[in-house]
């Protein structure tokens, strides 16, 4: 069964359409690399799964709940990391990891257990009861990733999750997120750093202008466009016309 199923989901604003008729459905345990440029669609994709926007057509189901029709069901089982994480300034990263755990209704005795987990797996222990004012962005993002599996969700949904951070935070980031799989929790990605998504991901997805190009195992998407032995990044700027900016530049 699909932990998620995202069938013929189009989104419009006014006359434009950020999301066309788009397809996806990811199994337990899967790492899914969602790419494209600017203004692809990725954003609006993650906002429609996460319940922040709704769809204008298809559906968009996560472990047998519709995301419009149960959004309380599915949000139980849904972790969310957006790419401009926000604390509250006035609450210790501690504090604001018990408000996460209580709002989802976890015990408190759970909640401690998970938090002192949680400061050890993101080395958060030395600065978490301190105030958010004084967070650095990495900082605010190692307690945001915290927090969207306090509730030890079934899916994760991350925006740009290496933004803000330094190399030695990118790598522990990557090292969480194979942890994450190896658990069978399902991780669905939207990231510009390519080379994360070539390393990481068991399914990569290629949206430009809010269609779909390409999904699947990357020997696969490498095979079909007849680039094998090719980069990641390569085959991103053949799909998404890349090439043709590329040239241009020649030309200058």
């Not at 995301?67 to 089982?77: G, H, L, T």
């Not at 969310?80 to 604001?96: A, K, W």
Request: glycine share 8%.
């Amino acid at each position: 069964m699909a932990i998620i199923q995202i069938d013929n989901i189009t989104k419009k604003f006014g006359s434009m359409v950020a999301v066309d008729s788009l397809n996806i459905s990811l199994d337990k345990g899967e790492l899914f690399g969602f790419i494209g440029p600017n203004g692809a669609g990725k954003t609006t994709t993650i906002k429609m799964i996460v319940g922040l926007l709704r769809p204008d057509i298809g559906t968009i189901t996560i472990e047998d709940n519709n995301v419009v029709e149960k959004p309380s069901d599915a949000k139980r089982v849904i972790g969310y990391i957006p790419d401009n994480p926000y604390i509250y300034d006035r609450l210790t990263g501690r504090e604001f990891l018990e408000l996460v755990g209580s709002l989802y209704g976890m015990k408190r005795k759970l909640i401690l257990e998970r938090i002192d987990w949680l400061f050890d797996l993101f080395s958060i222990e030395n600065w978490g009861d301190d105030f958010a004012a004084e967070y650095s962005h990495g900082m605010r993002q190692k307690v945001i990733m915290a927090s969207a599996i306090m509730h030890d969700p079934k899916l994760v949904v991350i925006d740009e999750p290496m933004v803000g951070l330094d190399p030695q935070s990118q790598r522990l980031v990557k090292g969480i997120l194979k942890k994450l799989t190896e658990r069978g929790i399902t991780v669905f990605m939207s990231t510009h750093t390519l080379s994360v998504a070539e390393e990481l991901c068991t399914k990569i997805g290629i949206i430009h202008k809010g269609k779909l190009l390409k999904i699947g195992a990357l020997d696969k998407l490498r095979s079909d466009a007849q680039m094998e032995n090719k980069s990641l990044e390569e085959l991103f700027v053949k799909l998404t016309g890349g090439e043709k900016e590329i040239n241009l530049w020649h030309h200058l």
